[in-house]
């Protein structure tokens, strides 16, 4: 089946720096990818919409300036955490669907910030 | 706007005992119904999918799910469960197939089994 790639799996960042989080489709191309936020034993929340060549669509309530997308390529989409703290900190998802709609996720990504 | 319920936020069964873990839904459309579990510090894996068709549904890994329309729910079952089992659940809702649409999930229901 098709596969979601996150990387990195786990990132240790110093609070006021940024980090970078990447997810890729391995093996089929993706105009849409999801990225989700966890907290622990806790539902995905959707974070915002990112498609291919056009800027994301945030949820309500989500930090545009603080959780940068960018989807740069039909199999490549970025989340960059701007000025990370430590409520940042929190397990990191996204999916991809494909051309026949069909959506698959990643592994995730987790980010603690010290 | 769609909505997942799962009620319950942890099932115990025994090895070897049948397995329910409870969603109901709310969608204006024409439902489209997921079961995910997610492993500690895992992603999501895909259990089973209800887009049309048969009612009863079958996954992965043994487990199977009901789609009943007029009590809009989709519990999900399992026969027999094995302590390998034991993860997160979750229940998703698509509202629709198109390039716009979204899942929604509910808050996850934590399975433990027993030896």
């Known amino acids: 089946g098709a596969v979601v790639s996150q990387h990195p799996s786990w990132v240790i960042c110093k609070s006021g720096t940024s980090v970078k989080i990447e997810c890729r489709s391995l093996?089929?191309?993706?105009?849409?990818m999801f990225w989700y936020r966890q907290f622990p034993k806790q539902s995905l929340m959707l974070m915002a919409t990112?498609?291919?060549?056009?800027?994301?669509?945030?949820e309500q309530g989500v930090e545009k300036d603080k959780f940068l997308i960018n989807h740069a390529s039909l199999t490549l989409s970025t989340l960059t955490v701007t000025s990370a703290h430590p409520e940042d900190s929190s397990f990191y998802i996204c999916?991809?669907?494909?051309?026949?709609?069909?959506?698959?996720f990643g592994e995730g990504s987790w980010l603690t910030v010290v | 706007a769609q909505s997942v319920a799962q009620p319950e936020d942890q099932v115990n069964v025994a090895e070897g005992n049948p397995l329910t873990v409870k969603c109901t839904y709310s969608v204006s459309g024409n439902p489209y119904l997921f079961w995910y579990v997610q492993y500690p510090n895992r992603g999501l894996q895909f259990l089973l999918k209800?887009?049309?068709?048969?009612?009863l549904v079958k996954g992965s890994y043994g487990f199977e799910a009901e789609f009943n329309k007029s009590q809009t729910s989709f519990h999900l079952k399992k026969p027999s469960a094995l302590v390998s089992d034991s993860a997160l659940y979750f229940c998703a809702v698509r509202d629709g197939w198109g390039a716009n649409s979204k899942l929604t999930f509910g808050k996850g229901i934590t399975l433990s089994v027993r030896p």
């Open positions: 209800y887009i049309t068709g048969d009612n």
């Open positions: 999916s991809a669907r494909d051309a026949g709609n069909t959506i698959y």
């Open positions: 990112s498609n291919e060549g056009s800027k994301a669509t945030y």
């Open positions: 093996d089929f191309q993706a105009t849409t």
